[in-house]
C-alpha cells in the first residue's frame, strides 16, 4: 500500500526546490512530540524485527521435523512464534496510538498557527487571495506534512529496517538464491515506475477537476450565487458543464483503479515466481544436501518480506519532498508577515478617547507583493508595481461627540478614510489621531474596543441571532441584549419568532430582510457601547417603513458618540457638525450644509444631483 500511495504522488513536488533551513523548521515543529517520536520508531524497529524472527523460527519447525526432533522442541518454537503474533498485535495497536498522537497533534499545532497568524493579516491579503487556495493550506497541506512523521516516516525506518534484516539474513542463508530474486525485482520495478508516471498525471487531472468541481458548487450553491444562477443562468448549460466534469473524475476512478490493480498483480505475480524460483532452487539444493528444508521455507517466507520494502524505498524520495513540500506552503504563509502590528511599545487607548482627528493623510493602497502569496493568487509572479497614491493630505478633525459627515462622488477616498481610523490600512505618511493618540502607537484591542463599526451590507455569521449579536460583546447579560435590541427597532420581531434569540439567520443573514439585517447590526453595534462610530449608512435599498425604523435606531446609536459618516440622506448631512466634501482623495471644502450651498463648489453640484430630491421630504 506504502509503495502504491509513493506511485501515485505528484511529480512536481519532488522538483520543487526548498528554501534553506526548511529541515530545522521541520524538526523543530516536530520538537514537543520528540519523546512520542522516539518511543513509536522503536516499536517501528521492534515491529521489523519480528517479522524476520517469525520466518526464521517457521524454518527451524520445518527442520525439527524433518529431522524428527523431540515434539516438546517443536511446541516451543510453535508458542514462541504465538507469543510473538500477541506482542506484535500489541505493538501495532500501540504503534497506531502513538502515529495518531502525533499526526492529530502536529495537526492541531499548524492549523491553529495558521489559522491565527490569517486572522493577523490585512484586509488586502483577503482581497486578493483566492479562498480555496487558503483554506486548502489548513487541510491538505497540513494533513500532507502531517505524514511526515506518520505514515512516511515509519514507513521509510520500517522498509530500511526490514530491508537490511531481510536481505541480511536471506545471504547469510543462501547468498546465491538472494541474489538471484534481487535481480528478479526489475522485472516489477521498471513497469511499476512506468504506471506511477502514468498515475501521476490521471490523479493530477482528478485533482483539478475535483478543485474545478468544488469551486463551482461554492460559486453556486451560496445564496448570492444561486440567485445568480436562476436570474440569469442556464441550467441545463451548468448541469451539462458539471456532469462532463464529474464524468471524467469517475473515468480516472476506474483509470486509477485498474492501474493500481495491475500494481498490485504485477508484485503478486513477481513475487509468486522469485518465490516459485526459491521453492525450484532450493529443493534442488536441498536434495542435494546443501540446504535444509527449514532454510528453504525461511527464504520463502522472506522473500515476501523483501519486495515491498525494496519497491516503497525505490521511490522514498518522492515520499519525503512531497511531506516537505507540504510542510514549506505552509511555512510560505506563516512567513508572510501581517502589514498591520502593534508596536513594541504600544500602549493601551484611553477609555474616554473621543476625539478623530485626520492630519496630512496620505495613502497608496499596498502592491500584491507586500501584502500576498502568488501561490494564494494562482499566479506566476506578484505585481510589484507600486500603488497610485488615493488620498493627499487629508485634514480634518471631530470633537468629542461630533458627527463628521464625508460627502463626495464615487472613487472619492470616503470608504478608504473609514478604514484608516480602525487600522484596517495605515497611512504612508501623516497621522491618524484618536484621543490625541496616533492610532499606530495603540494596541489594536484597545483601538478596536473604543470603535463600532455599521457597514452598508451588514455581514451576519450563518449562526443564531443571539451569537451574532454577543460576537461583540461575549460576556453581554440578556438584559444588555434586549435594551440594544429594543434600542434598535427590533426587539417585537425578535420576540415573534418561534425560537426567538436562537433563530439561525442562514448564510450572511439571508434569512433576514435588508432592514432586519441593518437593525440587527445596529443591535449588535449598541451592545458594544463604543465611543466612536463609523457608518456607511445604506438606505438606497430599503422600503419606507424599513428605512424610517433604520433611521430612527441610527439615531439613538449616535447620540452621544463621536461619529465618523458616509452620507448617502440629506438628514444625515443637515444634522452634521461638520461635511468634509473629498474629490479625487482630496478635501476640497469643509463646513456645514448653509455655508457649502451657499460657496457654489463641489457640494451644491452634488446637492443638486444627489440630494435635492430629499430636500421636499426634509423640509
Known amino acids: 500500500m506504502r509503495a502504491m500511495s509513493?506511485?501515485?504522488?505528484?511529480?512536481?513536488?519532488?522538483?520543487?526546490?526548498?528554501?534553506?533551513?526548511?529541515?530545522?523548521?521541520?524538526?523543530r515543529f516536530a520538537a514537543p512530540y520528540r519523546r512520542e517520536l522516539l518511543v513509536f520508531l522503536v516499536m517501528v524497529v521492534a515491529d521489523a524485527l519480528i517479522g524476520v524472527v517469525t520466518p526464521v523460527l517457521a524454518g527451524r519447525v520445518v527442520n525439527d521435523i524433518t529431522g524428527h526432533a523431540a515434539a516438546g522442541a517443536v511446541v516451543t518454537i510453535a508458542l514462541v512464534i504465538s507469543?510473538?503474533?500477541?506482542?506484535?498485535?500489541?505493538?501495532?495497536?500501540?504503534?497506531?496510538?502513538?502515529?495518531?498522537?502525533?499526526?492529530?497533534?502536529?495537526?492541531?499545532?499548524?492549523?491553529?498557527?495558521?489559522?491565527?497568524?490569517?486572522?493577523?493579516?490585512?484586509?488586502?491579503?483577503?482581497?486578493?487571495?483566492?479562498?480555496?487556495?487558503?483554506?486548502?493550506?489548513?487541510?491538505?497541506?497540513?494533513?500532507?506534512?502531517?505524514?511526515?512523521?506518520?505514515?512516511?516516516?515509519?514507513?521509510?525506518?520500517?522498509?530500511?529496517?526490514?530491508?537490511?534484516?531481510?536481505?541480511?539474513?536471506?545471504?547469510t542463508l543462501s547468498w546465491p538464491i538472494t541474489l538471484i530474486s534481487i535481480v528478479m525485482l526489475p522485472v516489477f520495478v521498471?513497469?511499476?515506475?512506468?504506471?506511477?508516471?502514468?498515475?501521476?498525471?490521471?490523479?493530477?487531472?482528478?485533482?483539478?477537476?475535483?478543485?474545478?468541481?468544488?469551486?463551482?458548487?461554492?460559486?453556486?450553491?451560496?445564496?448570492?450565487?444561486?440567485?445568480?444562477?436562476?436570474?440569469?443562468?442556464?441550467?441545463?448549460?451548468?448541469?451539462?458543464?458539471?456532469?462532463?466534469?464529474?464524468?471524467?473524475?469517475?473515468d480516472i476512478g476506474v483509470t486509477s483503479a485498474m492501474y493500481g490493480r495491475a500494481f498490485f498483480v504485477a508484485l503478486q505475480l513477481v513475487a509468486s515466481l522469485a518465490q516459485a524460483l526459491v521453492y525450484g532452487l532450493g529443493g534442488?539444493?536441498?536434495?542435494?544436501?546443501?540446504?535444509?528444508?527449514?532454510?528453504?521455507?525461511?527464504?520463502?517466507?522472506?522473500?515476501?518480506?523483501?519486495y515491498g520494502p525494496l519497491t516503497a524505498l525505490s521511490n522514498a524520495r518522492v515520499d519525503v519532498m512531497s511531506a516537505l513540500v507540504s510542510f514549506d506552503r505552509v511555512f510560505e504563509v506563516l512567513d508572510l508577515a501581517p502589514m498591520i502590528a502593534d508596536a513594541d511599545d504600544a500602549v493601551e487607548l484611553p477609555a474616554d478617547a473621543r476625539t478623530i482627528e485626520f492630519a496630512d493623510v496620505h495613502?497608496?493602497?499596498?502592491?500584491?507583493?507586500?501584502?500576498?502569496?502568488?501561490?494564494?493568487?494562482?499566479?506566476?509572479?506578484?505585481?510589484?508595481?507600486?500603488?497610485?497614491?488615493?488620498?493627499?493630505?487629508?485634514?480634518?478633525?471631530?470633537?468629542?461627540?461630533?458627527?463628521?459627515?464625508?460627502?463626495?462622488?464615487?472613487?472619492?477616498?470616503?470608504?478608504?478614510?473609514?478604514?484608516?481610523?480602525?487600522?484596517?490600512?495605515?497611512?504612508?505618511?501623516?497621522r491618524v489621531l484618536v484621543g490625541g493618540h496616533d492610532v499606530r502607537t495603540v494596541t489594536q484591542q484597545?483601538?478596536?474596543?473604543?470603535?463600532?463599526?455599521v457597514s452598508q451590507e451588514a455581514h451576519m455569521f450563518h449562526d443564531t441571532i443571539r451569537e451574532n449579536l454577543v460576537y461583540a460583546a461575549p460576556v453581554a447579560t440578556e438584559d444588555q441584549i434586549w435594551a440594544a435590541l429594543e434600542a434598535a427597532q427590533i426587539a417585537a420581531l425578535v420576540r415573534s419568532l418561534p425560537d426567538g434569540f436562537d433563530t439561525v439567520v442562514g448564510d450572511r443573514g439571508y434569512r433576514l430582510s435588508g432592514g432586519e439585517k441593518a437593525r440587527l447590526a445596529i443591535a449588535r453595534l449598541l451592545l458594544k457601547a463604543p465611543e466612536i462610530v463609523i457608518l456607511d449608512e445604506a438606505t438606497a435599498h430599503l422600503d419606507s417603513e424599513s428605512e424610517a425604523a433604520v433611521q430612527e435606531a441610527l439615531a439613538r446609536a449616535l447620540v452621544g458618540r463621536t461619529s465618523l459618516v458616509i452620507a448617502h440622506r440629506l438628514s444625515t448631512i443637515l444634522s452634521a457638525?461638520?461635511?468634509?466634501?473629498?474629490?479625487?482623495?482630496?478635501?476640497?471644502?469643509?463646513?456645514r450644509h448653509a455655508d457649502l450651498l451657499a460657496r457654489d463648489g463641489l457640494y451644491a453640484e452634488l446637492y443638486r444631483t444627489q440630494f435635492e430630491r430629499q430636500a421636499a421630504g426634509v423640509e
Request: net charge positive; aromatic share 6%; glycine share 8%.
Open 6 to 27: 509513493s506511485m501515485r504522488k505528484r511529480g512536481p513536488s519532488i522538483e520543487k526546490k526548498l528554501p534553506r533551513g526548511t529541515w530545522r523548521r521541520v524538526l
Open 83 to 171: 507469543g510473538l503474533a500477541v506482542v506484535d498485535a500489541g505493538l501495532s495497536f500501540t504503534q497506531r496510538w502513538f502515529s495518531a498522537r502525533i499526526g492529530e497533534g502536529l495537526i492541531y499545532d499548524m492549523r491553529t498557527a495558521v489559522f491565527d497568524h490569517v486572522q493577523r493579516m490585512p484586509l488586502a491579503f483577503f482581497t486578493r487571495t483566492q479562498t480555496g487556495a487558503l483554506v486548502s493550506r489548513l487541510n491538505n497541506d497540513v494533513l500532507g506534512a502531517q505524514q511526515a512523521f506518520t505514515s512516511t516516516l515509519s514507513g521509510l525506518v520500517s522498509n530500511v529496517v526490514s530491508l537490511v534484516l531481510t536481505a541480511g539474513v536471506m545471504f
Open 190 to 250: 521498471i513497469p511499476a515506475r512506468r504506471i506511477g508516471a502514468r498515475l501521476q498525471e490521471i490523479t493530477r487531472e482528478s485533482y483539478n477537476l475535483n478543485a474545478s468541481m468544488n469551486t463551482t458548487m461554492t460559486e453556486r450553491f451560496n445564496v448570492a450565487g444561486a440567485l445568480l444562477v436562476k436570474l440569469f443562468g442556464r441550467p441545463e448549460r451548468e448541469d451539462a458543464s458539471f456532469r462532463a466534469r464529474a464524468a471524467r473524475v469517475r
Open 284 to 306: 534442488y539444493l536441498a536434495i542435494k544436501g546443501e540446504l535444509s528444508a527449514g532454510t528453504v521455507v525461511t527464504l520463502a517466507l522472506l522473500l515476501s518480506r523483501l
Open 363 to 430: 495613502f497608496a493602497y499596498p502592491t500584491a507583493a507586500e501584502v500576498s502569496l502568488a501561490s494564494l493568487e494562482d499566479v506566476a509572479v506578484l505585481d510589484s508595481t507600486p500603488s497610485v497614491e488615493v488620498l493627499h493630505g487629508v485634514s480634518f478633525r471631530a470633537e468629542p461627540g461630533e458627527m463628521v459627515a464625508l460627502v463626495g462622488p464615487s472613487g472619492a477616498g470616503k470608504t478608504t478614510i473609514s478604514q484608516l481610523l480602525p487600522r484596517v490600512y495605515d497611512v504612508k505618511r501623516g
Open 446 to 453: 484597545s483601538l478596536h474596543d473604543r470603535i463600532g463599526v
Open 577 to 591: 457638525d461638520t461635511i468634509v466634501v473629498l474629490d479625487g482623495g482630496h478635501v476640497v471644502e469643509t463646513g
